[in-house]
């Protein structure tokens, strides 16, 4: 299934003791429609208040149900802030996190004195003065194959050393209206790796980096610690690709 959600009431994707979160909301609507329990996977992990446009997720159901009556009794039983835009059959052994092939984010900066109220559940409001034209000038540095180990939070998989090098097709940035917006689309990505790109761009917008200063941060002997990380509520997850 493809599911938006906005996720500003959410504590992230994933399912955590305690907390209300969209993967635990999903799985009890299904386990009610199923009448047993039903375990979702999903094509990676979006953090506490970070929405998606088309999240995807799969399971397994016993009960025979038509997919357009499945997506129909999903979205009666959702809260209002979760949507299930599409339902399809997958081949037993699919899995939305290893056979992504690609995947898009969007980070969104609201630039004007006032910041719509409307907006700000979905935008970073930033007013402050900022050079956009290095921003945009040095978005693409991203692109290509790097180790990012100095853009990721830490992770309790770090102790596994898996490899943090990811390749970047796209990274761009644009003005919108009375909005920055930030694109990257890559094979894959790190806790809070997109926030922390986000972050660096501006430290460069406000002077703080040059080009050279964020190159450096490829280097795997660095020792920079990660960020500034800009905040959850501008990013979204735009699509993944199979």
Known sequence: MTVSYDGTEFHGWQVQTGLVTIQSVLETVLAEIEGAP?????????????????????????NPIPIDNLRKAINRLL???????????????????????AKTYEYRIH???????????YVYHY??????????????????????????????????????????????ASRVADRLVYRV?????????????????????KGNLTRSDIEKRFD?????????????RGLFLVSVEY
Request: glycine share 8%.
């Open 38 to 62: 039903v375990k979702i996977a999903g094509s990676g992990r979006t953090d506490a208040g970070v929405h998606a446009l088309a999240q995807v997720a799969a399971f397994t159901l016993a």
């Open 79 to 101: 809260p209002r802030d979760i949507r299930v835009i599409a339902v399809a059959e997958a081949a037993p052994d699919f899995h939305p996190r290893y056979r992504a092939k």
């Open 111 to 121: 630039r004007t004195e006032i910041c719509p109220p409307f907006e700000n559940r």
């Open 127 to 172: 007013p402050y003065p900022l050079d956009e034209e290095s921003i945009v000038e040095w978005a693409p540095v991203f692109e290509g194959e790097h180790d990012f180990s100095a853009f990721a939070a830490s992770d309790d998989k770090d102790e596994l050393g898996r490899s943090k090098v990811r390749s970047i097709f796209y990274s761009r």
């Open 185 to 205: 689309r890559g094979s894959g990505f790190l806790k809070h790796m997109v926030r922390n790109m986000v972050g660096v761009l501006l430290e460069a917008g």
């Open 220 to 232: 795997p002997a660095c020792a920079i610690f990660p960020g500034p990380s800009v905040p959850a």
